[in-house]
């Protein structure tokens, strides 16, 4: 993966100075130039601009089904970072052609490449443009260089609403923070066919009461054969169970983590359920060494790093695979709710009220504590707490309880299939 599209310091003081910077600009120009929303007949088809987090694009999953829905999957496009599209592809709602990516070697190549896909949507003539960044200033600035004239984003109306976005949208809506983010995205979609846009904020739409269900994750037999063959390899023919343990080992997410003792010692009550019950430790390449070196502090044969050793699509192969995943509030979690995996989620700085995955096989588990959840869209997910005490707080008892649960419902699938 590109360092700079995983490093949120760096996108955050470039969406900060340069994307603040642009809406200002930009704004000035869209008030002495004219910003109407004049669709001509030539026009058609919507884009999605959503560049990182691709836990997050899962949970738009029901808001790119609507605007499939209604405006055909061969006329929905999305604007993503190269190392993200390849959730999309994993959902397979749009057609692979349409997702646009973006270079994030560096952050020359990184603003080069984002203008080059601004001018190639720009001669594609798109109806409308939907910002499903929240309060990102780089996607505002974007969404209005495309020229698309239907554009839908949040707006700060009031101070504390918000980040300082400019005013580069034709169809502006107030975030909603008592609304799950899936239901959020859904509105976003809702917005472009809406009759009485001037009258925004005001917006008389209703959210369906149940959350849409997820597509699943189809792998290719070569990928499962793959998948077989290294779960076979590392555990035997005698296991009844795996349990995948997501320690979280990247230096992306800190404040998201939780301990790795707490690990440890799972994984020791785990094992000894059943002398039938493996672990796998999961984590992407960059990970690798560091999930090792826990692995290695449990020196147990029925204990596998699986780390570095899939790809993303294998990763998703290997849930389907599995019995249960335990994965702290990142993208893995939203990867597993594509899956049959039973899932077990723990929720610190964020919650699951609004970012809970979609899938009926889940548990959350949060602390509960005053100060939790402390980011969110209105502060631009930034925070000062340097002591993740709510992840701290959620005990090894309480996730091992979630576990055994966990392990019951899918012995008792078993015996119902």
Excluded at 79 to 86: C, D, L
Excluded at 142 to 159: D, E, N, Q
Excluded at 280 to 301: C, M, N, W
């Amino acid at each position: 993966m590109s360092q700079l599209a995983t490093n949120p310091k760096v996108l955050g003081f470039i969406d900060r100075w340069c994307g603040g910077t642009a809406c200002a600009v930009l704004t000035v120009f869209r008030k002495l130039f004219g910003g109407r929303e004049i669709v001509g007949p030539e026009r058609r088809g919507l884009l999605f601009m959503k560049l990182a987090e691709q836990g997050s694009t899962v949970l738009a999953s029901a808001a790119i089904r609507d605007a499939v829905q209604r405006h055909g999957r061969e006329n929905v496009y999305f604007f993503v970072f190269q190392e993200n599209r390849f959730i999309l592809d994993a959902l397979d709602v749009i057609p692979p052609e349409n997702v646009l990516t973006v270079n994030t070697k560096n952050a020359l190549t990184m603003i080069t490449s984002a203008l080059d896909v601004v001018g190639r949507i720009r001669r594609m003539k798109l109806a409308a443009c939907v910002d499903m960044e929240f309060f990102a200033r780089s996607t505002a600035v974007l969404c209005y260089l495309t020229g698309i004239p239907i554009r839908v984003g949040f707006h700060a109306w009031h101070a504390g609403e918000g980040p300082f976005r400019g005013d580069l949208f034709t169809r502006r809506l107030r975030y909603n923070p008592h609304l799950h983010s899936s239901v959020t995205f859904r509105s976003l979609v809702a917005a472009v066919d809406d009759r009485e846009p001037e009258l925004m904020p005001r917006f008389d739409w209703h959210a369906d009461e149940e959350l849409l269900p997820l597509p699943h994750f189809q792998p290719t037999p070569e990928e499962v054969a793959s998948v077989r063959s290294l779960v076979a390899e590392t555990t035997g023919p005698n296991r009844k169970a795996l349990v995948l343990l997501n320690a979280n080992a990247s230096d992306l997410l800190p404040l998201r983590r939780w301990p790795n003792e707490n690990y440890l010692e799972l994984a020791r009550r785990v094992l000894a359920l059943s002398e039938h019950y493996y672990v796998g430790f999961t984590g992407g390449p960059a990970e690798a060494k560091k999930v090792a070196d826990i692995v290695a502090q449990l020196d147990h044969p029925r204990v596998v790093c699986f780390a570095g050793r899939t790809t993303l699509r294998e990763l998703l192969a290997l849930y389907n695979e599995s019995d249960v995943l335990v994965t702290n509030d990142s993208g893995p979690a939203h990867f597993a709710a594509l899956t049959s995996v039973e899932t077990v989620v723990l929720f610190g700085p964020e919650t699951p009220k609004l970012f809970g995955t979609l899938s009926p096989n889940t548990q959350s588990i949060t602390a509960g504590l005053a100060c939790s959840p402390c980011v969110s869209a209105l502060n631009n997910r930034q925070t000062n707490c340097r002591d993740n005490v709510c992840m701290r707080r959620i005990s090894v008892d309480q996730v091992f309880q979630a576990v055994t649960i966990a392990l019951e419902r899918r012995q008792a699938a078993s015996v119902a299939a």
